[in-house]
């Protein structure tokens, strides 16, 4: 039966691993010698009833728990300096020297489970996305890719080595990009480009090995996809990522629907700003400046202050979310400002032992940040409104549910951003700015997204056809009122700062898809915040035990992307814009 978010939230302060039932509580992955009598003794027990199978998948589960969280600690080691050899070579050991021993093991079990005599006495109720799950892990393995998959890994790690080691010299100051990216915010305009140009070129230093090393990516994952039995690693890649609910096609009518419907919202808004900047045109680094001439707002000075605020606004909001950020602080689950050395971006990563996640980001004092922080924070909660879920399989929804609870976040806590914000201007100010970033999701999503189903349907392309390709996408979606005379030559580069390209291909049309159903959210939260609030935590308390788009209804919003549902929404948040 699926926790109600009463007894998921009655474990929010809890802070030790709950006890172990199969795994020594003394247990610690070490090497896979170790491991293997537990995958072995789990493929050779004798199950003689439905009783003894569900005892069976638990052990599992149990197993599988504790080797994620070892894998989940030695990446964020290594994502929190990536200049340190010995936690590379921690990650790098987990991939090259565990996985591959797991792979086989791990596939050996499902087959054990789906032919089992007593398959049919499991709830079918309770396990039937778990067990669809299976089925489609079993139709797509092959055991020629487990050597790929373990190159495949060596190789992103790359990525975020090059990245981490990028910086830029202002005023004398050697800074990360992220930091310098705060100057674009400047009401000084020479300032802002200054700090866009030195970026850009910064980037364009390592354009050619971030080239060299996504074209190797690209064909190891061909290779994957053609063993699978795809004719491209798009397809293979829906099926891996259980992409049960939607296809390619309605990915591609969803893209239309945004070129018809947001896209044009943004060109009115940036020929707005290019008025109310009283320029004769928009250049690129005229994007993030606030049109009032103010300076940047500067929301917090410290990580410290950025978490403390963070846990006021949650407390505000609902005490149970307060309560989550609190648990995390205490147990040092956090690590929030930007240096050199630290791998880009910002995430949330699930433990799933201990069910309390770590938050990693990149805080530079900047809006966004705050953004990242509330953004990071939804994914947090979410993972202790599962953690007391059965199976860890349960305990990972797909990201158009997991990306919905961090973008609902964001925009149900805005009510509560006086915290950073006591002066009212800088409130309006922020949430105009974040408002237009919501619709600003929209375009670039489908840029990253329609760019990888190129790719990966053309994967003999040049490196010069690739370059051309994302030029013609990203003017499809993007910057059409912005001059980029001068600056040509950074255009088809601009892909490569995007992780998830080299990192987690095809996760990213769900940041659209979540979107929308987090601007739903918002409505209904701003017409009922009790009623709204709790539907977000019960859709999010039942993981991944049911579809998507059964999961959105408990949330009392739709899993829909046609257009005019888009049109809908896009039009409520200029509504809620007009209103600041």
């Known amino acids: 039966m699926t926790p109600t978010t009463e007894l998921a939230a009655a474990s929010a302060t809890e802070t030790q691993r709950p006890p172990r039932h199969y795994l020594p509580e003394d247990f610690h992955v070490t090497d896979w010698a170790a491991l293997e009598p537990f995958f072995v003794e789990l493929r050779e027990r004798t199950i003689t009833s439905g009783v003894e199978l569900e005892r069976w998948l638990l052990d599992r589960s149990e197993l599988e728990a504790a080797l994620s969280e070892d894998l989940a600690w ?298 990242t922080m509330l953004h990071e924070g939804g994914h947090a909660v979410h993972s202790f409104l599962t953690r007391n879920l059965p199976l860890g399989a349960d305990k990972h929804p797909p990201s158009e549910v997991a990306e919905l609870a961090s973008m609902s976040m964001e925009l149900m806590s805005m009510d509560h951003w006086g915290v950073f914000f006591t002066d009212p201007e800088d409130l309006r100010r922020a949430k105009k700015t974040h408002l237009e970033s919501v619709l600003e999701t929209f375009p670039w999503v489908a840029t990253i997204d329609k760019f990888q189903h190129w790719v990966y349907e053309n994967p003999q392309h040049t490196e010069a056809e690739r370059h051309q390709r994302w030029t013609a996408i990203f003017d499809e979606f993007n910057q059409r009122t912005v001059s980029w005379k001068g600056l040509e030559g950074f255009k088809p580069y601009l892909w490569q700062k995007q992780l998830h390209l080299y990192e987690v291909p095809f996760y990213y049309i769900e940041y659209a898809m979540a979107q929308l159903g987090a601007i739903a959210v918002w409505r209904n939260f701003r017409q009922n915040p009790q009623e709204g609030l709790e539907a977000y935590k019960r859709a999010l308390a039942m993981g991944y035990t049911a579809p998507i788009g059964e999961i959105y209804a408990a949330a009392g919003i739709r899993f829909d992307f046609s257009t005019d549902y888009l049109r809908t929404l896009a039009d409520f948040v200029r509504e809620e814009m007009a209103k600041l």
């Open 74 to 371: 030695r990446y964020i080691r290594m994502t929190c300096d990536t200049q340190d050899e010995e936690r590379a070579a921690a990650f790098q050991y987990f991939v090259s020297e565990i996985e591959p021993n797991v792979a086989p093991h791990d596939h050996a079990l499902n087959e054990k489970m789906m032919s089992s005599d007593f398959l049919p006495e499991l709830d079918p109720r309770k396990y039937r996305v778990f067990l669809r799950s299976v089925r489609q892990a079993l139709e797509i393995y092959r055991v020629e890719n487990i050597p790929l998959k373990t190159e495949i890994s060596t190789k992103q790690q790359q990525y975020a080595a090059i990245a981490g080691a990028m910086t830029v010299t202002l005023d004398g100051e050697e800074m990360t990009l992220p930091r310098a990216a705060d100057r674009l915010k400047s009401p000084n305009r020479a300032v802002r480009e200054e700090a866009y140009r030195l970026i850009q070129a910064r980037r364009l230093r390592d354009a050619e090995p971030l080239d060299s090393l996504f074209t190797e990516l690209v064909s190891l994952r061909h290779r994957v996809a053609l063993n699978a039995g795809f004719a491209n690693f798009r397809d293979y890649m829906f099926a891996a990522l259980g992409r049960f609910d939607y296809t390619p096609q309605d990915c591609f009518a969803f893209h239309k629907a945004i070129r018809e419907t947001v896209v044009p919202l943004i060109d009115d808004l940036d020929l707005e700003r290019r008025q109310d900047l009283g320029l004769a045109e928009l250049r690129p680094w005229d994007l993030d400046v606030d049109v009032s001439g103010k300076a940047p707002l500067r929301p917090f000075d410290t990580g410290e202050e950025l978490l403390e605020k963070t846990i006021t606004v949650f407390q505000n909001l609902d005490p149970y979310l307060g309560d989550c950020l609190r648990t995390m602080r205490h147990m040092g689950q956090l690590d929030l400002e930007s240096r050199k050395g630290k791998a880009p971006g910002g995430y949330n990563y699930p433990l799933d032992e201990t069910g309390v996640p770590f938050i990693f980001m990149n805080a530079t004092s900047s809006l966004r940040d705050v953004v």
